[in-house]
Structures are given as structure tokens and as C-alpha cells.
């Protein structure tokens, strides 16, 4: 298994305060990734990065933010939880972007993050 | 846009085959993967095609056709522990599309 964590695993925490999900991996992959799983939605990106402070925003963007100052570390911050927020986030990892070459680069993915806003 | 369709739900029998389906609307990407996911669990992944065509790997195999917009994942000798989410993921631009997954149930 790539080694990948996140914590804390479990968060409740309530409307309008600030939370920050860590995301550390030991494989020294140079691509990470933040998700967000909803029912019926599947997973959505949030933000990723392509190195060291190179950040960018992807699919659902708004009311998150990410740092990555260190290649193993990668932080999601909710400057202010609301409770559409609530949902299960994944950190994913990658050695090469997506899309980019004829051999795939699967995504090793971290065990969650359940957070639920109140 | 780039939707991704897969059923929500499936039902299948011990020992039986199922083929879940995911069809898309775009024909900009490098290929699509299929990603195993337990309740509760991250996902893993299960299978990559980027040529037309199929792909075995043991019980599960996946099949590709970028002309009709679809590609298929079939298993075979289906066990409880197969009862899971697939989700099917375009590979496409620097980025991953998901489908919302298919949640696949295995009764005895």
C-alpha cells in the first residue's frame, strides 16, 4: 500500500470556524490531490498540487483553501465550515499528472477524512 | 462538459457474472480507469484502458469502445467480498473525471 494519511480521520466541528486536514505521504510523489465524496455525486476534486508550493484549483473549489510547503505534506483549509461542507475527503497521490502520457498513473488514495459540520 | 454515467445500483448472485457499464459524453481523453471502493474505504484501483478492446485481469476484465462511448467492467465467479462501489474515472487533462459509482450488491 502507498503510504498515505490523513488525519485527524473524524472531525465535527461547527458552523463558521476554521478546520484543516492534513494529508502526508512517505512515497515522494510529486502529484497530490484533494476530494470530496458525496452520495451521488462521486468523488469531485477540490485542489491539487504539481510540487512544492505549485497549487492549483479544480472542480469545487470555493470555500477551500491548500498549502503545500514540504513534498510529503499537503493541507486543506475551510477558512469558515459551513455545513455544505460535510462529506468525506480524500487525499490522493500520483507519481505524473493525469492524462498526459500513454501509460497510466493511477491514483493511491488516503483512508478519508469524515467531517461533519454543524 | 464531461458527464459520466453509471447505474446507481446493481444486484448480482454468488458465483454469478455482472457487467456494470459507464458511458461518457467527450472524446478528449487519454483513457478510462475503474476503482474498486468498499463502504468506508478509500478507493483502489482495479483496471486502465486506453485502447479499444479488453482488458483481463482475473476474475474482473474491462472493455473499451471509444466509438459507441462506453466501457464496461465484467466480473466473474462473483464473491461477497466483490460487494463494493465501482467508479468509473476519464483520464483526462491533469485530472480525473468521476462517475457518481455504481454500489454493487451480492446476495448468496
Known amino acids: 500500500d502507498a503510504g498515505i494519511t490523513q488525519s485527524p480521520r473524524h472531525k465535527v466541528t461547527e458552523t463558521g470556524t476554521p478546520v484543516t486536514l492534513r494529508c502526508h505521504q512517505t512515497?515522494?510523489?510529486?502529484?497530490m490531490y484533494w476530494y470530496r465524496q458525496d452520495p451521488g455525486h462521486g468523488l469531485r476534486l477540490i485542489h491539487y498540487?504539481?510540487?512544492?508550493?505549485?497549487?492549483d484549483k479544480g472542480e469545487v473549489s470555493d470555500g477551500y483553501s491548500v498549502s503545500r510547503s514540504k513534498t510529503e505534506d499537503f493541507l486543506l483549509t475551510l477558512e469558515s465550515a459551513t455545513s455544505s461542507q460535510t462529506s468525506v475527503y480524500f487525499c490522493?497521490?500520483?507519481?505524473?499528472?493525469?492524462?498526459?502520457?500513454?501509460?497510466?498513473?493511477?491514483?493511491?488514495f488516503g483512508p478519508g477524512t469524515r467531517l461533519t459540520v454543524l | 462538459g464531461q458527464n459520466i454515467d453509471q447505474p446507481t445500483e446493481m444486484t448480482a448472485t454468488e458465483g454469478a457474472i455482472v457487467q456494470i457499464n459507464c458511458t461518457y459524453q467527450?472524446?478528449?481523453?487519454?483513457?478510462l480507469f475503474w476503482y474498486q471502493q468498499h463502504a468506508g474505504e478509500a478507493p483502489t484501483f482495479l483496471s486502465y484502458?486506453?485502447l479499444d478492446g479488453l482488458e483481463e485481469k482475473g476474475r474482473f476484465s474491462s472493455f473499451l469502445s471509444r466509438s459507441k462511448g462506453y466501457i464496461y467492467l465484467l466480473l466473474k465467479e462473483l464473491q461477497m467480498k466483490d460487494s463494493a462501489s465501482y467508479l468509473c474515472?476519464?483520464?483526462?487533462?491533469?485530472?480525473?473525471?468521476w462517475g457518481a459509482g455504481t454500489k454493487l450488491i451480492i446476495k448468496p
Open positions: 490522493a497521490i500520483s507519481e505524473s499528472p493525469s492524462g498526459t502520457t500513454r501509460v497510466y498513473n493511477e491514483q493511491f
Open positions: 512515497e515522494n510523489h510529486r502529484y
Open positions: 498540487s504539481y510540487g512544492v508550493k505549485d497549487t
Open positions: 467527450t472524446s478528449g481523453f487519454n483513457g
Open positions: 484502458n486506453v
Open positions: 474515472a476519464l483520464d483526462s487533462n491533469y485530472q480525473l473525471i
